[in-house]
Every structure is written in C-alpha cells, then in structure tokens.
C-alpha cells in the first residue's frame, strides 16, 4: 500500500480529506501487520500531521465521513462543474484562478519545449495559444517517454446529441495530434450509460448516439490499428478486467466523497452515485487486457476540458490505494458558445451551437446571427475605435482553428483598428478581407474541412470494437 506521505501535496480541503483518510487506512493496515514501531510512528506523525494541515484550511477539525463541500461562487466569480460552466466575464473563464482552485499546473513555456524535444515536432497550436493550459504529471509522461516506457492515451464522449458540436471536437483534434507524435495506443470511452442516467434518453437512443457519435470521431483520422472505441453499455457485459476495476474504485470512494465532489443529493438516483467509478476505470491498462495484457503499470494521459478534472482528481486520489499509476492529465479551455464566453457551447441550445454535420449555409447563418461580436455600439464608434478581439467570439473561434500564428496575428491587429470588419447586419455579403473576424473560420483546420467526407467514409464502422 503506498504511503500518502510520499504523494504530491494536497491542493484543495478535499483533497486534504481524502489524503487523511487514506493515512488512516494506511495506519490500520501497518497496526494490522506488525510493522515495526519506527514505521507506525512515522505513518501516524503524517496523519497528524494532514489533519492540522485541514484544520488550518477549513477552520474545523476532521470528521471522518464528513468531507467539505466546496463553497459556493459568489456572483462575480466563475463556476466551472462537469455539467454546468458559467462566467460574468465577457472574455470567458479566468483560468489562471481556475488552476489554483483545482490544484494543478500550468503548462509553461518550458514544458511545452520539453514536449517539442521529444517529439521532435513543432507544438500544436492549442499548446502554443494556451487552448490547453494547465496539466497534472505531464513531466512524468515526458520522463517515462524518454526512457522508452509505454504510456496510453485516453478521453472519451458522452453521447448527448446524435451529431457532435465544435466544442466537442477540440480534445479530440488535440489527441489525435498526441497519437500521431507520440505513436501511442488511444482508448475512447462513450459514455452513453451516464447519458441515460442524466438525460431524459431511452437505454436505445442513448446507444443510438453513441453510434453516430462515434462517426465524427472516427473522422477525425486516428490511427485504426491503435484506436479503441467503445460503449459502457457494450463494454461492461464483456470485460472482467474493466468491471473488476470499477468495484475497485467504487469501494474507495464513500458516498459522502461523491457528494462533496460531485454535489450528488439524497435524491440522485444511485446510478449517478456509482458512474464516476465507471468514467475512472479506463485510466487504468488493466481494463483493457485485449490491448495491454493483463500490464497494470501503464501511465495514462488524459486529454480533457478542465470540466472533467473532479472525476480524475477523484481517481488519482484513488490510484495508489489499488496499487495503479495515477493518470496524468491535459486540461482544455472551454469553447465558448456563438451567444459569447460567459458559458461554453451546447448542445442542449442548437442557437449556441455549430454542429458538425451542419452545412457551410447553415454555419454562416449562424455565425451572421449569432455570433457575438467585438464591434462598438454605433457603425461611427467601430470605424473610428476598432473592434475588440478579446470578446468576439468569431476571432476567438480563429484562435481554435487557424493554424498560421502568422496570419492570426495580422487579422487580430486589423480587427483592433478601423479597417476591421463592419458592425454585423450593416452589409449583406461580407469579404473575408474586409470582414476577418467572419471568415469561416471553421475551414481552416485540416481536420475539420474533411470531416464531412470521413465521416460518411467512416459511417458503417462499429462502435464497441477494437478497430481492425
């Protein structure tokens, strides 16, 4: 059993509740096995030592089964949850706040010439624009990479919506990038049982959407000889090694750690209560022995908004106490909705959205009427003062997908002054040179301008399976 003295240092009152309680455990398994009394000693000064640590946090004194709920966001301060992200900033989450809330890194400029070295590859541009922003252990990846160690990536989608929207591209588009740099094995989880726990979805359209989900995956060009994707609803029935895990799991999460993570209520139902043992599973290469045979020490890396994070803080919280590596993680910015970055884009809001199997028409109309726009109030203030690229949401879609940093910066200091684009409604067709900020943007990327084809390609490929 590992000694929770040697792990990273706690972030946050849950984490220092979590890290008490797995000393504890750690103290009655040493008392258990007649360690010797210097061991003990040891184990129980730690223990002591985590619990004024928790007390000095959170004002009050441990109570084992009573983990701290985190406080509430004022109404000036961003709120960031697996299901709802919300902010009163025009400019979007203030991430900087958000890595020190939730404890992890910012990936700076020296690793990301770490990851270039390695690699031997140019960084993506969601590494040179800070799209991905914060990580957890990637300098031990790069550490085990370096010394010809294995590692697997892994990410996943909850099947919601039969077509996917540009938001939910981006941690794919990123993680393709890693496969192709890295030359890893890549697994893919599609939460449609967790879909049909939330959602008002039948077991059937969740599944059904899982399929289609699938497709806009597929199209994004992973490597078939080293992509698995699968469904829960298939893959639990037909994976001891998978199952197995998630009891693992289950049994080290108390409800009252659920709660104080995930907000649950005494009214959730418990499949909700049990799911985050599901989603934590696949960091783990022992759930998949068709892949890793039976390995249990494979590092993972999860590529994921930073909405994710509390179900991976929980699972590396978890790790060393079933004897796993703790997954490493890569956290994304959030991809604003067209209406503006206060909240991310949704699938629930077709008007907030620009789905992948929506035609070129449709994306500029939505764009044209949607999109929230950098301009001043009057056409006369605009020509005279410029736009601002910092909450316009079409430039900041450019931020996603133009990979010339080059051309991005030109149209960003035309958007900035009077040459830039005209105020949205005052023209009827509008140039790309004229009007930068309304450029489709969306073409630009490689991955994107194809994906109507791949995925009509790709269509008949099974979800579920190993590909072939």
């Given at each position: 059993?590992?000694?929770?003295?040697?792990?990273?240092?706690?972030?946050?009152?849950?984490?220092?509740?979590?890290?008490?309680?797995?000393?504890?455990?750690?103290?009655?398994?040493?008392?258990?096995?007649?360690?010797?009394?210097?061991?003990?000693?040891?184990?129980?000064?730690?223990?002591?030592?985590?619990?004024?640590?928790?007390?000095?946090?959170?004002?009050?004194?441990?109570?084992?089964?009573?983990?701290?709920?985190?406080?509430?966001?004022?109404?000036?301060?961003?709120?960031?949850?697996?299901?709802t992200v919300q902010t009163s900033s025009a400019k979007?989450?203030?991430?900087?706040?958000?890595?020190?809330?939730?404890?992890?890194?910012?990936?700076?400029?020296?690793?990301?010439?770490?990851?270039?070295?390695?690699?031997?590859?140019?960084?993506?541009?969601?590494?040179?624009?800070?799209?991905?922003?914060?990580?957890?252990?990637?300098?031990?990846?790069?550490?085990?990479?370096?010394?010809?160690?294995?590692?697997?990536?892994?990410?996943?989608?909850?099947?919601?919506?039969?077509?996917?929207?540009?938001?939910?591209?981006?941690?794919?588009?990123?993680?393709?990038?890693?496969?192709?740099?890295?030359?890893?094995?890549?697994?893919?989880?599609?939460?449609?049982?967790?879909?049909?726990?939330?959602?008002?979805?039948?077991?059937?359209?969740?599944?059904?959407?899982?399929?289609?989900?699938?497709?806009?995956?597929?199209?994004?060009?992973?490597?078939?000889?080293?992509?698995?994707?699968?469904?829960?609803?298939?893959?639990?029935g037909m994976s001891p090694g998978f199952y197995r895990?998630?009891?693992?799991?289950?049994?080290?999460?108390?409800?009252?750690?659920?709660?104080?993570?995930?907000?649950?209520?005494?009214?959730?139902?418990?499949?909700?209560?049990?799911?985050?043992?599901?989603?934590?599973?696949?960091?783990?290469?022992?759930?998949?022995?068709?892949?890793?045979?039976?390995?249990?020490?494979?590092?993972?890396?999860?590529?994921?908004?930073?909405?994710?994070?509390?179900?991976?803080?929980?699972?590396?919280?978890?790790?060393?106490?079933?004897?796993?590596?703790?997954?490493?993680?890569?956290?994304?910015?959030?991809?604003?909705?067209?209406?503006?970055?206060?909240?991310?884009?949704?699938?629930?809001?077709?008007?907030?959205?620009?789905?992948?199997?929506?035609?070129?028409?449709?994306?500029?109309?939505?764009?044209?009427?949607?999109?929230?726009?950098?301009?001043?109030?009057?056409?006369?203030?605009?020509?005279?003062?410029?736009?601002?690229?910092?909450?316009?949401v079409s430039f900041m879609y450019l931020t996603f997908?133009?990979?010339?940093?080059?051309?991005?910066?030109?149209?960003?200091?035309?958007?900035?002054?009077?040459?830039?684009?005209?105020?949205?409604?005052?023209?009827?067709?509008?140039?790309?040179?004229?009007?930068?900020?309304?450029?489709?943007?969306?073409?630009?990327?490689?991955?994107?301008?194809?994906?109507?084809?791949?995925?009509?390609?790709?269509?008949?490929?099974?979800?579920?399976?190993?590909?072939?």
């Open positions: 059993m590992a000694d929770v003295a040697n792990s990273e240092p706690p972030a946050s009152p849950l984490e220092l509740f979590n890290s008490i309680t797995a000393q504890g455990e750690l103290v009655r398994a040493l008392k258990a096995g007649e360690a010797s009394e210097d061991e003990i000693d040891t184990a129980v000064k730690m223990l002591l030592s985590l619990k004024m640590s928790y007390k000095a946090t959170v004002g009050e004194d441990y109570k084992a089964d009573c983990p701290p709920r985190n406080p509430a966001p004022g109404p000036e301060e961003d709120f960031v949850d697996p299901w979007g989450i203030d991430y900087d706040k958000l890595i020190v809330r939730f404890g992890s890194s910012k990936i700076d400029k020296e690793l990301i010439n770490r990851i270039e070295r390695a690699t031997g590859q140019k960084p993506h541009r969601f590494l040179r624009r800070g799209i991905f922003f914060s990580h957890r252990d990637m300098n031990q990846v790069l550490d085990a990479y370096e010394n010809k160690k294995p590692f697997y990536l892994y990410t996943g989608r909850g099947p919601s919506s039969e077509a996917m929207h540009l938001g939910h591209l981006i941690p794919f588009i990123f993680t393709k990038w890693l496969q192709d740099v890295f030359n890893v094995p890549l697994v893919i989880q599609m939460t449609d049982d967790e879909k049909y726990l939330w959602k008002d979805l039948t077991l059937d359209q969740a599944y059904g959407y899982a399929v289609e989900n699938a497709k806009d995956i597929i199209a994004c060009g992973f490597d078939i000889n080293k992509t698995f994707i699968f469904s829960d609803l298939d893959y639990m895990n998630v009891v693992k799991i289950q049994k080290h999460v108390t409800f009252n750690q659920a709660k104080g993570i995930f907000g649950f209520t005494d009214s959730d139902c418990v499949g909700k209560i049990s799911f985050p043992a599901i989603q934590a599973a696949p960091s783990f290469s022992s759930s998949f022995p068709q892949i890793f045979r039976d390995r249990t020490d494979i590092q993972c890396l999860i590529p994921c908004a930073i909405d994710q994070d509390p179900y991976f803080r929980m699972t590396r919280d978890v790790a060393p106490r079933i004897g796993y590596p703790k997954p490493a993680l890569l956290h994304s910015t959030f991809f604003p909705a067209l209406q503006g970055a206060q909240t991310k884009m949704s699938a629930s809001d077709p008007n907030s959205s620009i789905f992948l199997t929506d035609s070129a028409k449709q994306i500029k109309t939505k764009v044209n009427k949607h999109a929230f726009s950098g301009g001043k109030d009057t056409v006369e203030e605009h020509r005279q003062f410029g736009g601002n690229c910092d909450v316009d997908f133009l990979e010339d940093d080059d051309r991005l910066e030109q149209i960003k200091q035309l958007g900035a002054h009077r040459w830039s684009y005209v105020v949205q409604g005052e023209a009827g067709v509008l140039e790309a040179d004229t009007n930068p900020f309304l450029t489709p943007a969306l073409w630009c990327d490689p991955c994107w301008s194809q994906h109507p084809h791949q995925r009509s390609a790709h269509a008949v490929r099974a979800v579920g399976c190993p590909a072939q």
